[in-house]
């Protein structure tokens, strides 16, 4: 079985530069999670889906930040324009009904 | 709001030492707890996790945990470790209600198993 499948696994742009990453999660997993990781922290919740519903946004910063799950699948989270605190690795996730969430290999953004 | 605190943020241990690293959280509900390791360059997986039962709850690569609901601890031992267990490890925490799932982690502990 497939597990959750983000890209671009790098990525290096500009400051003010807008920026994607997508995230397919595991097939039948209906919750999905974007999370943010700073060097040296522990993940923190930027976003949660269920299905094409975002039930948790609350940590999201909605001026620079979006995120969408059209069809209640694959997700995407933007930001723009990316400013230098954005760098850091950004998390997908998807969990089933237990509780128990497959990370990603994560998006690891560098804005210079 | 639901917190989780790691107490130690770097450990330094030779091979075949045992090791603990501490777990605690802040919330008065049922929770579901979790630890998830990060090895170098790796994303992070599922060592082990406590939903019920047997607050004494053993993981993968003989890692164990224990569920002391009194202390609201859930810390992450194993008895021998080996180099390939240096890698950052997360507890995590999970209040079951009805916003549904919501996995908050602690910030970490950095391991390092010395050959």
């Known amino acids: 079985e497939a597990g959750v499948v983000q890209s671009p696994r790098y990525k290096i742009i500009e400051k003010k530069q807008p920026v994607a990453f997508w995230c397919n999660p595991i097939s039948g997993h209906n919750t999905l999670y974007w999370y943010l990781q700073n060097l040296g922290q522990g993940p923190e919740l930027l976003i949660r889906?269920?299905?094409?519903?975002?039930?948790?946004d609350s940590q999201l910063p909605k001026d620079r930040f979006s995120a969408e799950r059209l069809k209640g699948v694959d997700s995407t989270l933007k930001i723009q324009p990316a400013e230098l605190g954005d760098s850091a690795v950004y998390l997908c996730a998807s969990s089933s009904l237990e509780g128990e969430l497959f990370f990603g290999e994560g998006s690891r953004l560098t804005v210079l | 709001a639901q917190s989780v605190s790691q107490h130690n943020h770097h450990v330094i241990l030779s091979e075949a030492a045992s090791l603990e690293l501490g777990c605690n959280y802040s919330?008065?509900?049922?929770?579901?707890l979790f630890w998830y390791v990060q090895y170098p360059g790796q994303h992070l997986q599922l060592l082990l996790k406590?939903?019920?039962?047997?607050?004494l709850v053993k993981g993968i690569k003989g890692f164990e945990a224990e569920f002391i609901k009194s202390k609201f601890s859930f810390n992450l031992r194993k008895p021998s470790v080996q180099w390939s267990d240096t890698a950052e490890y997360f507890c995590?925490?999970?209040?079951?209600?009805?916003?549904?799932?919501?996995?908050?982690f602690g910030g970490g502990t950095r391991v390092l198993v010395k050959p």
């Open positions: 995590a925490v999970n209040a079951r209600g009805a916003a549904g799932n919501k996995l908050t």
């Open positions: 406590y939903f019920s039962g047997d607050p």
């Open positions: 919330y008065g509900g049922t929770v579901n």
């Open positions: 889906y269920e299905n094409e519903e975002a039930v948790d």
